[in-house]
Every structure is written in C-alpha cells, then in structure tokens.
C-alpha cells in the first residue's frame, strides 16, 4: 500500500462508495415515502382533471355535437325557443324556478279592506294585532278602523266609543283610530305596546256589518314596514263573546319569479353554456373543455409555487437533514468516521447521494407532471408545442428542479450538522426564502428561490387583481441570466457545503449514554 | 517523514500528552500521559472508568479537549492516513440495516481503494478467522449479540492493520473462539503491532497482556508491565473504618498482626482507622478477632480508589 497523500481519484472513488451506499439508504428509507408522495402529487391531480375531462367530452358527443358555426350564431337577447329551433337538441338543459316573496307595491299598501259574506249582527267590533309590524317593532299602529253596513257608504264606527290596550301616550288613544282622519300625524293614531294589543268600537247598538276598512301606519305617512302585519276582526252583539269574522296578514305579498335555464352545446372541442332568464338568453360561456394555454400555465404555477417552494424545499430538509442526524441516532455513524477516508469525502459522498436522490424524485416528479398535463390534449397541438420550444421548457423545469436539490439539499446538510431540531431552521429558511423577493438585490443573491425563479421557463400565472405583497412575494425583481443564476447557485452551494465541512471536520461521535 | 531512520531504532509508541476530555460539565479523562509500545496492552477499570473514551481518543472519535495524541506518529485527526493502518472494534451494538456481514466487511474495505475481488477476498479471510462464514450472507441486525461482536472484530482486523483498538473484545465470545482470538492477538504482537484491548476484569486479560494501564474516574491509575501493577496494588496501603464498642481491645489485636502499619483510635472509642498492606489477611483477622468475643458492628473502605479499584477488579466477577 503506497504511503503518502492519496490522489483525487482515489478521493473520488471513496465518495462515490459512500454515495452507492447512502443511495440505498435515502431511496428505500421509510422516510422517503412521504418525499415521493410530495413530488407525484401534481401529476396524480393532472391526470384525475385530463381522465375528467376526456370523460366529459365523451359524454357530450355521445348527445350531440354541433357546428362550430352555429354555436358562434348566438347571440344575447335571443329565445330559447329560437335558439333551439336553429341549434337542435342540446346535449345538456337544466333549469331552474327561483321565486321569492316582495311585498305588495301597488296600490295604497297602507290600507287593508275586508268584506265578509254574508254580513252579520254586532255592536262591539275588535281588531286583534298578533304581529303589529313587518320591522318586528311591537307597537301597533292604527291610523283609523271604520265599520261599513251591506249598503253602507256610512262609516258606523264614526265618533263611536272606542277602546283597547294601553296605548303609547295620552295622546294616541283608541278614540283617535275612529276620528274619520288620518292626516294629522302620529297623534292621529292609536298607538299601543301592551299585549295583548286589541282595538275595540261600541256602534251603540247591533247593526248588520258586513265591511272593515283598516288604515295602518303608512296611510298616515309613516314607514311601510310599521305596517300591521298580522291581525283579526270579532264581532259581538253583547261584548262578551266575540266571534272572529276575518283574519288577515295585512297587505300581503306577491311571489316573484324567475326561470334560469341553462342550456349546453357541444362542438367536438368547446362547450358552449348558454344561460336564459326568463326565456332569453343572458349570458353566453364558450369554453374550450382543454385549455392548452390555461394548463400550460397552471403547470408553470404549480411549478414555482408548488414544487420550488414547497415540495422540493421540505423533500431536501427531510432528504438531507438526517444524513448525519439519521446516523447518529442508528448508531451507525462511527463506521464511517473509521474508514481511511478525510470527513469531506464522507460528506461528498452523503451529499452526492442525497442530490442524485432527491433530483430524481423531484426532477422526474417534475417531469411526470408536465407529461400529465400534456397527456390528455390533442396530439397536433403537442406536436407544434414541441416544435416551438416545449422541449426546451421540459429541460428547464427539470434543471431548475435538480438545482433546487442541489442549493437547499446543501443548506440542510449544514443545518442538520449544526443543529438538532429541524423546525425552528426550516420555519426560518423558509420565511427568509418567502420574503426574499421584496428585499435589497444584494440581499436576494442570498436566497435559492432567487437563482430558481430565473431557470424557470415560463412565468407563474399572476392576476392583476392579486393583492401588491403578494405579487412581489411571487415574483422577485430582476431576475438573472440563466448562466449566471447556475454560477450563482452553484457559488452559494460551494460556500454553504464549505461551511458544512467545517462542522463535520469538529464532528464527535456521541450516541448519548456512552463513557 | 524525515525523522523515520532515526525513529526506525526506537519503534512507534501510541503516545497521550497530557490529554484531558470533557463531556460538557463531566471529566471523560483527565490529564493521561501515556507511552504505549507494540504488544498487547490492556486497559483495566471499572465500567464508566474512561476506557471507551481513551479508545475513542485514540481513533478521533472524539477530539480532547487538551493535550495531543499521537498514534504511531499519526494524529488522530488524520484519519484518512490513521485509519489506513487502524482497526477499532467498537462497543456500539449497531450495524447499518441494509448490511449482511459480508456486504458490511467488504463495504469498509472498498473505501481502503481494494479492488471488489480483493475487498470480498479479504472480508471473506476476516469472517473465516472468526467462525462467521456460515452467517456471513444474513443481515448483521439478525444476529446474536456475540456474533455482531465477532463481525465487528472481523471488520476490523480484516485490512491486516497495525494498530487494533479493542473495546472488550473477549466480551460474548464462546471459549474455542475465545482462545483463538487471543493466539490472533498474540501473533500480531509478535510481529510489532499494537494491540489495545479493554477489560473491565483484570483476570481475563493479565496472562496475556504485555502491559497493562489501570484506569478509574478518568484517570490513570498505574501503568506498565503486568507483574509491577499488581505489585503496586497489593503494596499500597489500604484504609479502613472499623466500627466497634470494644475499640481498644480489638486495636490491640490488630497491632499484633505484622500487615497493619497504623492504627488511630477514634475520641469516642467506637471506631477506628486501620492501614494493612494485605487485605485478604486484615480480613481474616477480623474474623477471628470477632469469634473470640469482639463484637465488631461494621468494616468500611476509607480509601475509595484503590481499594474499590482492587476489590473490582481482583476480587470481583
């Protein structure tokens, strides 16, 4: 065995052991399964929506398809009943009734008449109020109660005398409900709080009565909603036992209401969702049920949002974090520590079989996705997607995914050497990475993201209608050259893994209960 | 590199400076001053004594805290260099998972630059050496606890280093393979190597070693050939309480036998301090002293170290 400095190669082959062995390690650790889980997550959502979408199509066509011509023909304002005749049977209708209730406007709201058949005897007339208002107020309101004969334009309950419940003040008795006169405000009003709310009039003697007219609160000029809502009328010849002759939930209300119906039609490529209101059409929607550009582009939004920031960021801290830390909790660390090998060599060699693993979870898982979203659209517009680049992207979204392993892969490394407990780290690592894009360049430099977002081929999918922080969280400015983000990925690594060796050089075996 | 035709008359010694190791507040080892030459040299103590830690020491484990090491000229935290000429058998009762005890031997000796064949060759002579071959393709963590002790010795004898550091190495082995384990041992010292075992038994290790170092509490005790330990165990005086109504009629007694130096009578007449130079007689003439009708309530070590050291390790098992 020759003495002296081993060479470089020798070096290598050292830590390409140590990787081989590793690798076995990090791709079947128990571990790993939630990484794995995390990179294919996206592809299994693309391909559930491209299996939607290609059953829906078939759906579609099964019951008809169209002109494209004819489904561009329609226009708002028309019938269905035109629209029909013209396009044919839709392959989808659905409709709908909506009503609802809105009180009476027309008309004098205010005043309520009720005739009973035939007429009958009385001298005592009461108006009992269960509900005295639509606003819930408790008080009623009666602005005048007038009592009519069978033949009668004679009011009977005209100056009679009148009586009820507590009224409001001394100035709204019962007397002023049958004055002949609502005009004259509040005061010419019976007002009462004092349940149970009754109105009673002596007509002197028993007459035949056969109409009640009933003026409420907006007939003497105020709010509608202090109208009586729910009240009736007995009648008595000796003012004990009362007879009810007319029950009556006051103005009342009419039903309004509406018929939707939505109607769709089906060219081959687009759905066309027709929606009439009341008979004409209102609204128009013709989508394409695949969406080359709208996927092409949630694909690069799940790339920047999901994978870069999220999947990739917690894949390396579970990945690389416990290279070291794993070992030293099995025990098994101080084999290595053994071996003829300088501790940069191991840490190589651990490093290198984290990266391989953790790019080919995470670049395949990538890679996967993008295979999903374009599996299930046309094969001549893939075909010219290829043409005009898609290659290209495909690349670039697995390089920037094996380069996120590479730049965080080596910051956990160091942080699992320095520090026990990953959360407080990460947490940290992870809000500095978030916040990176709104602050100083110089600062930026310092961040993964920054080099990450300049490799990534398309620009994420941003609304101008996103809040401000959270756009320039999304989106740093400037971003670099692709040469210069790989040179400064690949410098912020070299430091960050230099930083590492220095902690394992210091390293010590402690397995805890040792002497 | 210059200095090695003058150091070729002298041979290379593992050599402590001063060495001291902390454990945060705790003393691993304190102030060890060592000069170890080939052979076979036992370290002896009580479990908890500092053994593993010397061990681990002299492998760079661990680094100390002050002093230096040098291991056959080697610094410890060279281990691309040490490690080539070094094999440790350490005490932790782990293996990797994945790991058969072949795979697990030739894995390490992969990284020595071997070539496969050699690698399998070597990791499968190891495994032969002690009795392994028929487990060699089942997974290390399946094992007995005495057959991973034997894998871990296999690998590390299986590079044929210089310089083999043994954390109780005799410990779980069944008798035959026992006995040839110490026969490997002792042909490796014969041909100039160190061997550095561990015990905490003085007795399994005294007939083979060329030397041993006595260690208790981080500290070393005594230190040479196996014949001068003992010697300066048995002559240092040892100290006992011994309590006792009858305090100066039993002093007078013990002044009779020739072993007791000093005998110094407590002020209330219920105890004293006894110094023997012979143990295993003061024992037997407390015996007897207490069947002629000296009720004797208590005898206890005064002298921790020593003493507790002895007891453990001569008297002990």
Avoid at chain 2, 143 to 159: D, E, F, P, T
Wanted: hydrophobic share 45%; net charge neutral.
């Amino acid at each position: 065995m020759a003495a002296g400095v081993p060479s470089l190669t020798v070096r290598a082959r050292q830590a390409w052991t140590i990787a081989t062995v590793e690798l076995r390690r990090v791709f079947f650790a128990r571990r790993a399964l939630w990484v794995y889980g995390l990179a294919l997550l996206p592809a299994v959502i693309f391909f559930g929506h491209g299996v939607a979408v290609k059953y829906r199509g078939d759906q579609l066509a099964r019951r008809g398809v169209i002109q494209p011509a004819l489904m561009d023909s329609v226009r708002e304002g028309e019938a269905v009943a035109d629209v029909k005749q013209r396009l044919g049977k839709p392959a989808e209708e659905r409709w709908s009734v909506r009503s609802k209730r809105v009180r009476q406007h027309e008309g004098d709201t205010g005043i309520t008449t009720h005739v009973i058949e035939p007429a009958v005897e009385a001298r005592f007339v009461r108006l009992n109020v269960s509900r005295p208002s639509y606003s819930g107020e408790p008080f009623a309101r009666i602005y005048e109660f007038e009592v009519y004969g069978p033949e009668g334009s004679k009011n009977l309950a005209l100056g009679r005398p009148a009586t009820g419940s507590e009224p409001c003040g001394t100035e709204q008795g019962p007397e002023r409900a049958v004055n002949g006169s609502v005009a004259g405000g509040e005061a010419d009003s019976w007002c009462s709080g004092d349940r149970p709310l009754f109105l009673q009039v002596d007509l002197g003697a028993a007459l035949p009565v056969k109409r009640f007219v009933v003026k409420h609160a907006s007939a003497g000029g105020e709010d509608e909603e202090s109208d009586t809502r729910e009240f009736n009328i007995q009648v008595s010849t000796e003012g004990k036992a009362f007879t009810t002759v007319e029950s009556s939930t006051g103005a009342g209300f009419v039903e309004e209401r509406t018929e939707y119906r939505q109607i769709t039609y089906f060219d081959g490529r687009r759905e066309a969702r027709l929606l009439f209101v009341d008979g004409t059409l209102e609204s128009r929607h013709i989508d394409r049920l695949l969406n080359f550009e709208e996927d092409r582009l949630i694909f690069a939004g799940i790339f920047q949002f999901f994978y870069l920031r999220l999947a990739i960021f917690f894949g390396c801290l579970g990945v690389f974090m416990y290279l070291f830390r794993g070992e030293m909790t099995n025990r098994t660390l101080h084999y290595w520590f053994l071996a003829p090998a300088r501790r940069e060599v191991l840490l190589a060699g651990k490093y290198a079989a984290g990266l391989i693993a953790a790019a080919v979870i995470f670049g395949g898982g990538a890679l996967f996705t993008f295979a999903a979203m374009l599996w299930p659209h046309d094969a001549v517009e893939i075909q010219a997607y290829w043409n005009a680049g898609g290659l290209g992207h495909a690349f670039w979204y697995a390089t920037a995914a094996a380069l996120g392993c590479v730049g965080y892969g080596s910051v956990f490394l160091a942080l699992g050497l320095y520090i026990r407990n990953p959360i407080v780290p990460a947490a940290v690592l992870l809000a500095w990475e978030g916040v990176n894009g709104i602050l100083p360049h110089a600062l930026q430099k310092l961040s993964i993201l920054y080099y990450l977002q300049s490799l990534c081929p398309v620009p994420p999918p941003m609304d101008d209608e996103a809040p401000t922080l959270i756009r320039l969280l999304a989106a740093p400015a400037a971003p670099a050259s692709r040469p210069a983000a790989i040179l400064g990925l690949v410098v912020l690594t070299a430091f960050v893994l230099w930083i590492a060796a220095r902690a394992v050089r210091r390293m010590q075996i402690s397995y805890g209960s040792d002497a | 590199m210059t200095g090695r035709s003058a150091d070729a008359h002298r041979p290379p010694a593992v050599v402590f400076e001063e060495v001291s190791k902390f454990y945060g507040e705790v003393l691993g080892v304190n102030r060890v001053t060592l000069n170890i030459p080939p052979g076979i040299t036992s370290l002896v103590g009580p479990n908890g004594s500092g053994k593993t830690t010397l061990m681990n020491l002299m492998t760079g484990l661990i680094h100390p805290d002050h002093g230096r090491i040098l291991m056959r000229g080697i610094s410890p935290r060279d281990p691309e260099t040490l490690m080539r000429i070094t094999g440790y058998a350490t005490q932790y009762d782990s293996a990797p998972r994945w790991a058969t005890g072949f795979t697990f031997i030739t894995t390490g000796l992969l990284l020595f630059g071997y070539g496969r064949a050699e690698a399998e060759e070597k990791a499968w002579k190891a495994l032969e050496r002690l009795g392994l071959t028929d487990a060699a393709n089942r997974k290390v963590a399946a094992y007995s606890k005495g057959m991973r002790q034997r894998v871990r010795l296999a690998q590390a004898i299986a590079h044929d280093p210089d310089l083999l550091v043994l954390d109780e190495p005799l410990n779980g082995l069944d008798p035959l393979v026992r006995a040839e384990t110490i026969d490997l041992f002792r042909a490796w010292a014969a041909a100039g190597k160190h061997v550095i075992i561990s015990s905490h038994v003085l007795q399994e290790v005294d007939i083979i070693s060329d030397q041993v170092v006595l260690i208790a509490n981080g500290m070393i005790m005594a230190e040479g050939k196996i014949r001068d330990v003992r010697d300066e165990i048995e002559e240092h005086p040892s100290q006992y309480f011994v309590h006792c109504r009858d305090a100066s009629g039993v002093a007078a007694l013990l002044f009779g036998e020739d072993h007791v130096t000093e005998i110094r009578l407590n002020d209330d007449r219920m105890g004293m301090l006894v110094m023997t130079r012979d143990r295993e007689r003061f024992a037997r003439a407390l015996g007897r002293i207490a069947l002629d009708g000296h009720p004797i309530d208590g005898v206890v070590p005064a002298d921790e170290n020593v003493d507790a050291l002895y007891e453990y390790l001569i008297g002990g098992e």
